[in-house]
C-alpha cells in the first residue's frame, strides 16, 4: 500500500505529488483509475532487499532498474487446481503500469523540477503489446444483423435501455463511458437548438453538436430519434440512459454507470443479452461501435466525415486531418443509411 504520508524524494512520493497536480484532475476518471492500478503495481513491488519499489528514492532510480522491475512485473505465478507453479504474463497490465509512471514522473519534474531528475527513466522503454510470435488481439465487432438481434432480446429482457443505447453508439461511434456516463437529456435537442444533439467525449474532451436531420429537413436517424423522444418525454433532467428496474435505495430509476463510474454492472446485462440473443459470447457493448466504424468504412466514408463522427485527433487513430463541419456529419450519416437499405428495420418488434 501507499502511504499517505510519504517519505520526501521517494517514488511514493512522487505519486503523491502527481495526484495532487492540476493534470492529474484533468485525466478522466477511467484513466485516472488505470493510473492508480498501475502506479501501485509498480510501487508495491517487493524488491530484493525486502523493501518496496515506492520506498526507494528515485534520484536513485536508473533505467536497468526500471527495467528490472518491468521485467518482474511482466510475469506472475500462480497455482492452479492441483497446486502446481504456473507462470503468466500480465503484459498488458504491466506496460499500463509503465505508462503510468512515466507520467507521474514528467509531471512531478515539471512541478518539482529541483527535486524529481530531468531524466524520465521510464521514457523509451520500448514496450511491446504483445510477445514475439503472439497473435493480435482484436475487439469482436458486431454486424447490423447482429445488432437488431441484440437489440430484440433486450425488449425482451425489459432493457429497452440497452437496445436504445447500442443503436446510438453504433449510429453515433460513442464511447460507453460517454453513452452511459455523460449523455444528458439535456443535450438532445434543447430548446435552443431542436434540431441537433450535443455530443460529448470524456476522453479527450471534445464536444459537438451533431445535425439530426438533412438540408431536406429529413431526419438521419429516425429509428434512434424516436427512442430518444420517448425517453425525454419521461425524464427532465440528468443522465438519459437509466436502468430499466427498480432499487431498493432509489425511487427513481438509478444510471447504469456508478459514482465510481464503474460499468461491471452493465456488462454482466450485455452478456446476458448476448446468450439470450444467441449470438458469439465475445461480442461486448463496444463490439457495437466497432461495427458502426466499419460500416462507415464499408460505406466509403471519407477519413474526415469518420473523424468527424468520432472526433479523433491524432494521427495514429485516422490518418488524415481535416476540418469537421455539419456537411461531414449529414454526408455521412447518409451513406451509412445507404448501405445498409438490405437489412433489416433498426427497430426491434415488441
Known sequence: ?????????????LVYLFKGHQKWKEIDHKTQRFYEQGLALFANHKLKDGSRA???????????????VYAKLLVVEDEDADGNVVKRERRRSANASMSA?????????RARETEVPAVNPFSRMGLKTRALGQPVRETPTATWDELVAFRVAANKLGYRSVGTA???????LQRQEHVFGA??????????????????????????????????????????????????????????FRRDHGHRR???????????????????????????????????????RHGGFTEGADSDLTDAELRAAARHRSPHQLPTYAKRTRKQLISGSKKRREERTKAAPARPSE
Request: with cysteine; charged share 25%.
Open 166 to 172: 447500442a443503436l446510438l453508439t453504433w449510429e453515433w
Open 183 to 240: 449523455f444528458e437529456i439535456s443535450h438532445y435537442r434543447p430548446k435552443e437548438r431542436p434540431n441537433s444533439v450535443k455530443i460529448v467525449h470524456p476522453k479527450n474532451g471534445e464536444e459537438a453538436w451533431w445535425p439530426l436531420f438533412d438540408e431536406t429537413g429529413e431526419p438521419l436517424f429516425p429509428e434512434l430519434m424516436a427512442e430518444l423522444d420517448a425517453i425525454k418525454e419521461t425524464g427532465a433532467s440528468g443522465l438519459v
Open 101 to 109: 509512471c512515466r507520467r507521474a514522473w514528467f509531471v512531478g519534474q
Open 1 to 13: 500500500m501507499i502511504p499517505a504520508s510519504p517519505v520526501p524524494g521517494t517514488f511514493d512520493w
Open 250 to 288: 432509489s425511487r427513481a430509476p438509478l444510471p447504469w454507470i456508478t459514482e465510481r463510474k464503474d460499468l461491471r454492472y452493465l456488462r454482466s446485462v450485455v452478456k446476458k443479452i448476448v446468450a439470450a440473443a444467441g449470438l458469439r459470447s465475445e461480442l461486448s457493448f463496444t463490439s457495437f
Open 54 to 68: 515506492g520506498s526507494k528514492q528515485i534520484p536513485d532510480f536508473t533505467k536497468r532498474f526500471v527495467d528490472a
